[in-house]
């Protein structure tokens, strides 16, 4: 799998498990490209900010942009905790999560941070494609997980607030099992900036129709 540059040859990106965090997107509010706070405006997520671009192509028509994808995207913040989850007791809250419809050239952007981690799992986000766009068909859906790499995720555990307050992950990338027997290491984000001004990434998904 490609995940920057040419377009000119591509193969499907590999499928990660959706995870059992997902929750209804259909309230108002959660078509937003600024995820960091609930969809009333309120409780905004502290961390290192990350602004995440990703572009959506048919691996099986040319590699050509696909439009209409949704993309929505859901995460944990920088204590590990998940917005909407019972579990979590969030159930009023909405933050950290959101999709976007992709445009005419497959991108869509969103305004985020990185994700703290939680007991089992290396740090990361879940995606989730609809190329139908079709909430009652489903065989148009594909999920994954994108990951961060080694030496940021140490380095914000052991330096940077709020991450910090956890301390550092047991599971590593190399033990996570979505990481390491799903995507096969495939969906690692290559990021630009610093913990200081924050990153960015740009991210490629090939999906078979």
């Known amino acids: 799998m490609t995940v920057t540059g040419t377009t000119a040859a591509c193969s499907s990106t590999l499928e990660g498990e959706e995870g059992p965090y997902f929750v209804d997107d259909s309230a108002t509010g959660y078509q937003r490209s ?9 409780t905004t997520q502290t961390g290192v900010p990350l602004a995440l671009t990703v572009y959506v192509f048919d691996s099986e028509n040319s590699c050509t942009a696909m439009q209409n994808v949704q993309v929505d995207i859901w995460q ?16 009023t809250e909405s933050w950290l999560r959101g999709y976007q419809l992709t445009d005419s050239t497959g991108k869509v952007e969103f305004t985020t ?16 494609l609809r190329s139908t766009y079709d909430e009652t068909d489903t065989s148009g859906t594909n999920t994954m ?10 380095t914000l555990s052991t330096s940077v607030s709020p991450y910090s307050s956890e301390g550092t992950n047991p599971t590593t ?5 979505v990481y390491a027997d799903q995507e096969d ?14 990153y960015t990434a740009t991210f490629n998904i090939y999906l078979p129709i």
Do not use: K
Request: proline fraction near 1%; hydrophobic fraction near 35%; charged fraction near 15%.
């Open 34 to 42: 600024n995820i960091l706070s609930n969809l009333d405006g309120t």
């Open 76 to 91: 944990c913040n920088a204590e590990g905790i998940y917005s909407a989850e019972s579990s979590e007791s969030t159930t």
């Open 113 to 128: 941070i990185i994700p703290g981690w939680y007991s089992g799992r290396t740090t990361h986000i879940h995606m989730r």
């Open 145 to 154: 997980q994108v990951f961060f790499d080694q030496t940021l995720i140490d």
């Open 173 to 177: 990338n190399a033990s996570d099992r």
């Open 185 to 198: 290491g495939t969906t690692l984000l290559t990021l630009a900036g610093s913990t200081a001004a924050g």
